[in-house]
Nanobody, 124 residues
């Protein structure tokens, strides 16, 4: 069992930045491929970014590429998402996700563990 707790969400103006964190506990964090998903009001949950076990490989949705950076600190059991140049389109609940042993896919049905989410609101 892995527990994931997100933090760092809030209200920010368009063009601003936020850094989200996801604290993991319960199992060996470095055994998990990690990712971020988001769900905007009235929309389905969508993939945002993922990062490999050691942090050497990352992958982003086209909508956030060049603006968001995913990273992890295995010593601190923490996942991060640095979000820059935010727009109203980035308003959503952001979820931390974990997949054990294999590459985390971009589809929501393949995730082993989810956090409860943190709300990001971007005002225009």
């Amino acid at each position: 069992q892995v527990q994931l707790v997100e933090s760092g969400g809030g209200l920010v103006q368009a063009g601003g930045s936020l850094r989200l964190s996801c604290a993991a506990s319960g199992r060996t964090f470095s055994n998990y491929y990690m990712g971020w998903f988001r769900q905007a009001p009235g929309k389905e949950r969508e993939f945002v970014a993922r990062i490999s076990w050691g942090g050497g490989n990352t992958y982003y949705a086209d909508s956030v590429k060049g603006r968001f950076t995913i990273s992890r600190d295995n010593a601190k059991n923490t996942l991060y998402l640095q979000m820059n140049s935010l727009t109203s389109e980035d308003t959503a609940v952001y979820y931390c996700a974990a997949k054990r042993g294999v590459v985390l896919r971009t589809t929501t049905g393949d995730i082993d563990y989810w956090g409860k989410g943190t709300l990001v609101t971007v005002s225009s």
